[in-house]
């Protein structure tokens, strides 16, 4: 779970009752019902009036990962497809098949099953890209519809503070009242702007940020379960795979210190450490 959503929610808000506690105010000055009711009201159905009920519904049914933030490392998912290509390697691709019914993961889990039935390998890529575009387009309209919000809220604000003014024209006759009227009327306007950038921008911005993750996640699995398809060998086919990641998402130390130990381990590995050490033995009798 990645909380940095919620965080920084909480932080936002946090300042504003900072700032308004600073300010010798009250919070109730700007949780008035009826501008809240037309803001958020108002936002959400012009928002369903943009789209389709499915987009509706499947952006909502998104809205609580933005907030988990759910993701898998790429490191995991690395090691996961090297003991894939290890168990091809010694026991031959029909054994994928067995390995598919304990991955959790339904889009690797079709890939090993497409293998291990035979599919050839330009067909395979065809259809696990086709997978992730789709995927991809399902995720990407999830956070345009919260992005779209962003943008009505400040208007649909407006909208309320102008109703809002209007009323309190027509009661010029009352001066007494005057300020608070015109305060109410501004509260609209305020809920419009900080729905739109503490809550639907941020949100939007998250599920696009999430969207993209999957989609190199899924790209790792891609090439990964290609890769052990063509027989490649499992130590390569994981350096190759950590080259397709950012170094800022990898395990640096450990990842660092794994690649030593497998490099001195290997007899690629024990040869060159051997003839380091005949080096060594034959340059001490002429520095004596």
Do not use: C
């Not at 159905?45 to 987009?55: E, N, R, S």
């Not at 490392?73 to 894939?84: A, E, H, R, T």
């Not at 497409?114 to 387009?137: F, Y």
């Not at 209007?166 to 007494?176: F, I, M, Q, R, S």
């Amino acid at each position: 779970m990645d909380p940095a959503t919620l965080i920084g929610l909480v932080l936002a808000f946090g300042a504003l009752l900072a700032m308004i506690t600073l300010e010798h105010s009250s919070v109730m000055s700007i949780l008035l019902p009826a501008p809240m009711i037309l803001v958020f009201g108002a936002t959400i159905a012009v928002g369903l009036a943009g789209g389709t009920i499915k987009d509706f519904i499947s952006a909502f049914k998104a809205l609580p990962g933005a907030f988990r933030g759910k993701t898998t490392p790429p490191q995991s998912v690395i090691d996961q497809v090297v003991g894939l290509a290890e168990t091809a390697r010694s026991s031959g691709l029909l054994a994928l098949d067995q390995e598919a019914d304990t991955v959790k993961d339904p889009f690797l889990r079709g890939a090993l099953q497409n293998i291990a039935d035979g599919t050839d390998g330009d067909e395979l890529r065809m259809l696990l890209e086709d997978e992730i575009a789709t995927k991809a387009r399902s995720n990407r309209n999830a956070a345009k519809f919260f992005t779209g919000l962003g943008g009505y809220a400040p208007t649909v604000g407006i909208i309320g503070t102008v109703v809002s003014l209007t009323h309190v024209l027509e009661n010029l006759d009352t001066p007494a009242t005057l300020g608070p009227m015109i305060a109410a009327a501004f509260v609209a306007t305020l809920w419009g702007l900080l729905s739109a950038n503490f809550i639907w921008l941020p949100i939007g911005s998250r599920l696009r940020r999430l969207a993209d993750l999957d989609v190199d996640r899924m790209t790792l699995v891609m090439e990964g379960a290609l890769a052990v398809q063509a027989g490649s060998q499992p130590r390569l086919l994981g350096e190759r795979l950590r080259a397709m990641v950012p170094a800022e998402l990898l395990p640096k130390v450990g990842a660092k210190g794994k690649d030593v130990q497998a490099d001195a381990a290997s007899p690629a590995g024990k040869i060159k450490a051997k003839g380091k050490g005949k080096g060594k033995d034959k340059d001490l009798p002429e520095a004596a």
